[in-house]
């Protein structure tokens, strides 16, 4: 239970996780503090953290816990046929569809494979992932930044706000949280992990807001919100689009969020079972935009990418360095995004136009809005605000020495083939 109550940074979630009453859990921590004689957890304004003398303990705990489960292992392995087991790491969000989606065609099909599941919050995941705690993890892109881990995107987790249909929302195409905040609401319990991360984001100037009623599930706070009862502030993923309700964008720009696949950092090479995993948890997020209650849509974009000024989509008279010329882009190489057949995304040659000579200054793709809106979304969440750029900083892209990251482009072929991987 200690151990649950250090990871959540909160007694009421680790006593969740116990599936212990709060009163229950908190008797216990005294219990444990009278008989250590010292403080083991600092009571703060969100939650708990642990003393040096909590801290100790935790680790010790740990230690001891990871050899009974080996000695547990080595004896049970007499007894059964041998498994694997596999830890998942995931935000609240993902764990609503994406995770149990994935959960259910992995464990059908692997049946000597075991997969244990935790909620955590993207700073949680990634020291866990780091420490070798756990072997994959979904976090955020906000928050999982520069962290060292092997990450790649996974699908849009960006946030809108839904009430009744008809209601206050008819009629408006988007709204800031503050607009939001006028209204009745309902929302979160106060130590789910999206209620946190949202109130954060806002910050100690955040508005005042009136909260009809609060909830621990997803399900319920859309029922809530359908009904009439208030808006509620939602991961777009929550929404059945067959259900009879208004969504609406949230403006903020922190409402736009995309989750990313983490892999953790391990003694030995990843495992089979663990490249299946991550496999399933790629199927599960691409099921959301293909065909499913997520249908995706067709989208543009053009190359250099709209966050620049070399944008060709950027007109002269507000800066723009390369504007599309009088053919509205149509001077640009031409590209179609498509998925091939190990489930990677390339770009093909557009042959509704002509081809390309190599000469020209831009790009432009139809591709979708699943593709468009993540491929750059790490540029304007951790790489702008990471290395500080103001408007109309320079930058570059640092190929590698020896062109190690880009391989340049192939032309001995009538199909032009250009590489790109990480080094």
């Known amino acids: 239970m200690f151990l649950h109550i250090v990871t959540e940074g909160a007694i009421t979630a680790g006593a969740h996780r116990m599936h212990l009453s709060l009163p229950s859990a908190g008797a216990r921590v005294r219990s444990m503090e009278h008989h250590a004689g010292v403080a083991l957890l600092i009571r703060v304004r969100r939650g708990v953290r642990p003393t040096p003398a909590g801290t100790t ?5 740990r230690d001891v816990l990871d050899r009974t ?38 464990l059908r099909v692997h049946p000597d494979t075991d997969v244990t599941v935790f909620e955590s919050r993207t700073p949680q995941t990634v020291w ?13 892109d906000h928050e999982a930044g520069d962290c060292g881990l092997e990450l790649e995107p996974l699908g849009d987790d960006s946030l809108v706000v839904i009430g009744q249909a008809g209601g206050i929302l008819a009629g408006r195409t988007a709204l800031s949280y503050r ?28 508005p005042a807001v009136r ?5 621990a599930d997803l399900n319920v706070l859309v029922s809530l919100a359908a009904v009439g009862v208030g808006l509620a502030v939602v991961p777009r993923r929550a929404v059945d689009p067959r259900r009879t309700l208004d969504v609406r964008e949230l403006q903020d720009p922190w409402a736009r969020r995309h989750h990313l696949l983490a892999r953790g950092v391990k003694d030995r090479a990843t495992s089979a079972a663990t490249t299946a995993l991550a496999e399933h948890l790629r199927r599960a997020a691409r099921s959301e935009i293909q065909g499913g209650p997520y249908p995706d849509q067709i989208s543009c974009d053009e190359f250099p990418c709209a966050a620049t000024y070399e944008s060709p989509g950027l007109p002269s008279n507000k800066g723009g360095r390369m504007p599309a010329g009088k053919d509205g882009g149509g001077e640009c190489i031409q590209t ?24 020209e200054t831009c790009g ?37 020495s020896s062109l190690t990251w880009f391989n340049g482009c192939s032309t001995s072929t009538p199909e032009v083939i250009c590489t790109m991987s990480y080094p």
């Not at 070798?132 to 976090?139: H, I, K, N, Q, R």
């Open 179 to 206: 607009g939001v905040a006028e209204h009745p609401l309902v929302g979160l319990d106060a130590d789910a992990s999206l209620r946190r991360w949202i109130e954060r984001r806002l910050g100690p100037h955040a």
């Open 211 to 215: 909260y009809r009623t609060t909830v």
């Open 57 to 61: 303990l935790t680790r010790h705990a």
């Open 336 to 359: 179609v995004a498509a998925e091939t057949d190990d489930g990677s995304d390339h770009l093909l040659d557009d042959t509704r136009y002509d081809p390309p000579t190599c000469d």
């Open 364 to 400: 432009r793709s139809s591709m979708s809005k699943y593709i468009n809106s993540g491929a750059m979304s790490s540029f304007g969440n951790t790489f702008a605000p990471g290395m500080r750029l103001l408007d109309k900083d320079e930058y570059w892209v640092n190929p590698g």
């Open 128 to 140: 866990m992932l780091d420490d070798g705690e756990a072997d994959l993890g979904v976090v955020l």
């Open 69 to 106: 489960a080996r000695r547990e292992s080595a004896v049970a392995s007499y007894t059964r046929s041998p498994t694997t087991a596999l830890t998942l790491l995931s935000g609240g969000s993902a764990m609503h569809r994406l995770v149990p989606q994935a959960l259910v065609s992995f």
